[in-house]
C-alpha cells in the first residue's frame, strides 16, 4: 500500500534573500518528478537497494523515534511512517543515562526496550543512542558530579553504565553510539587528542557547576573514552553480538574552520583508539545544518571526511541530520532539499556508509524552534501536518537514482553556477 500524501504546491515561487543560490534538483528531471516518485515509497526503494545488495550491506534510512506521549496526536503517523519510509529507527531520549539508571546502579531499561520492540515489530532495524554523554545524565551524578573519583568513574560508574545497557537491550541492534560529544568545539590545528578533550568545556570531562565554568576539571585525560568503548566492547563479546560501536559527534564535516580542526581531533582520537586496541567501529556524523552560506559541508567535503574515516578501517554514518531554514520561500526550501540530498549522496555512494538518521520525522516534532506561522526553521523532511514537503522527494529521488545504478549527482547544494543536473 501507498502513503497517501498531499501534493505540496510549488509553483508560487517567491524571491529568496540574495544570497540564496538557484539550484538544480532530480526532481525537476521528468523521470523523477514528483507525480511519478508518489507511486512508490521509500522503504521500497531501500527494498530495491538492499535486495541488489547494492551496498554490500544492509542500507539503513532511520529517524529518530520518540515516546508516544510526546506526540500522541501523531501516533498513527508514526507507526505508518516507520512501515513505509523508515527502516532504522533510533530513540530520541529514552535510552540515554538519565533514562536507563535513575538511581546509582539501578537499571530500568524499560522505555529503551519498548522503542526497540517498536522498531522490531515492524521488522526494522534500531540504533542505541547513547550511553555516555555530559547533557541528560541522571540527578545522582548530574548534581553531584565531585562526590565520585576519576578512579570510580572508570572503574565502577562508567562501565556498570555501559555494560548494563548495552547487553540489557540485547544482540539485536545494529550499533551503538557508545560516547555522544566529548570534544571542544574550539579546536586549533595541531591539538593532541588529550587537549581536545580536557579543553571541552561544560562537558566530559569537565562539569559546570551550578553555571560555574570555573568548575574543576573532573577527568585529566581522555580515559573515559578508553573506559566506555572497552566496555562496551565486553558487552558486545558477551551477547554474541555483531553491532557496531560509533562515537558521535557535531562538527565532525571537515572542509572548513574550526570544524576541520574538530574533525581532525575526532579521527586522531579515533584512530589512537583502535591503534590501541580499543573496539571502535565508526563515527557518526552529526548533521544540522542550515539552508544558509557556510552551515553545511561541501559534497566534497563530505566524501573527504567519509574517505579520511574508510583509511582508518572506520565507518561512518550520517546521523541526526536536519536543515534548518532561514525563511519559507520556495528558494531557500529548493536550497535545503539539495542539501538533504548531496549529504544523502555523499554517504550512498561511499562504501563505508550504511545509516542515514534524520533527526526528528516531521516538523511539528523537531527540536528546531519551529515557528508554525512563517515556516522558519522547519528542518525535516515532513511538514507540520505530516505531508511530505519537496526535500523529501528529493531525497527518495536520490535514493531512486543509486536503486537504478545511476552516477552520483553533481554537488547540487553548490547551485547552478556549479552544478547542473
Excluded at 34 to 44: D, E, M, N, P
Excluded at 313 to 329: F, K, S, V
Excluded at 379 to 387: A, E, P, S, V
Aim: aromatic content about 10%; charged content about 15%; some cysteine.
Amino acid at each position: 500500500m501507498h502513503p497517501t500524501f498531499t501534493v505540496l504546491a510549488f509553483s508560487a515561487v517567491v524571491q529568496a534573500a540574495s544570497f540564496t543560490p538557484e539550484v538544480s534538483l532530480l526532481t525537476d528531471l521528468p523521470q523523477f518528478h514528483i507525480q511519478k516518485l508518489q507511486k512508490t515509497t521509500v522503504r521500497s526503494v531501500l527494498k530495491t537497494i538492499n535486495d541488489k545488495k547494492l551496498k554490500g550491506t544492509t542500507f539503513l534510512f532511520g529517524s529518530t523515534l520518540a515516546d508516544p506521549s510526546v506526540a500522541p496526536q501523531n501516533a498513527a503517523w508514526t507507526s505508518a511512517r516507520f512501515e513505509d519510509t523508515f527502516n532504522l529507527a533510533v530513540a530520541e531520549n529514552n535510552c540515554k543515562w538519565f533514562s536507563n539508571e535513575p538511581a546509582q546502579g539501578v537499571f530500568n531499561l524499560t522505555a529503551c526496550e519498548d522503542l526497540r520492540d517498536f522498531a522490531f515489530q515492524r521488522g526494522i532495524a534500531f540504533r542505541g543512542h547513547n550511553t555516555l554523554w555530559h547533557n541528560q545524565r541522571p540527578d545522582w551524578l548530574a548534581n553531584n558530579p565531585l562526590n565520585f573519583t576519576v578512579s570510580q568513574l572508570n572503574r565502577t560508574i562508567i562501565p556498570n553504565a555501559v555494560q548494563s545497557v548495552i547487553e540489557g537491550l540485547g544482540k539485536n541492534l545494529v550499533s551503538w553510539d557508545v560516547v555522544n560529544e566529548a570534544l571542544t568545539d574550539s579546536a586549533t590545528p595541531g591539538m593532541s587528542v588529550t587537549e581536545c578533550v580536557v579543553n571541552a568545556s561544560s562537558r566530559w570531562p569537565n562539569f559546570a557547576i551550578d553555571g560555574n565554568a570555573s568548575s574543576p576539571v573532573l577527568f585529566p585525560d581522555e580515559s573515559f573514552l578508553n573506559t566506555a568503548f572497552l566496555n562496551a566492547g565486553r558487552a558486545r563479546k558477551i551477547i554474541g553480538s555483531r553491532l557496531q560501536l560509533f562515537y558521535n559527534d557535531y562538527n565532525g564535516r571537515g572542509g572548513d574552520s574550526p570544524s576541520q580542526s574538530k574533525t581532525d581531533c575526532a579521527l586522531k582520537m579515533l584512530g589512537q583508539l583502535k591503534s590501541s586496541g580499543v573496539p571502535v567501529d565508526g563515527m557518526g556524523i552529526q548533521s544540522h545544518y542550515s539552508a544558509t552560506p557556510g552551515a553545511f559541508p561541501s559534497k566534497g567535503s563530505a566524501h573527504t571526511t567519509m574517505d579520511r574515516l574508510k583509511s582508518l578501517g572506520l565507518m561512518g554514518a550520517i546521523t541526526e541530520m536536519d536543515c534548518w531554514l532561514p525563511d519559507n520561500t520556495t528558494a531557500s526550501l529548493r536550497w535545503q532539499s539539495s542539501i538533504f540530498g548531496d549529504i544523502l549522496d555523499s554517504c550512498l555512494f561511499s562504501s563505508n556508509c550504511n545509516e542515514f538518521i534524520l533527526w526528528d520525522p516531521r516538523d511539528d516534532e523537531s527540536w528546531l524552534d519551529t515557528q508554525t506561522s512563517t515556516g522558519v526553521h522547519m528542518g525535516t523532511l515532513f511538514d507540520l501536518n505530516g505531508d511530505p514537503k519537496l526535500p523529501y522527494f528529493e531525497v527518495l529521488a536520490r535514493l531512486m537514482n543509486f536503486a537504478q545504478g545511476g552516477v552520483e549527482p553533481c554537488s547540487t547544494s553548490s547551485g547552478t553556477s556549479v552544478c547542473v543536473l
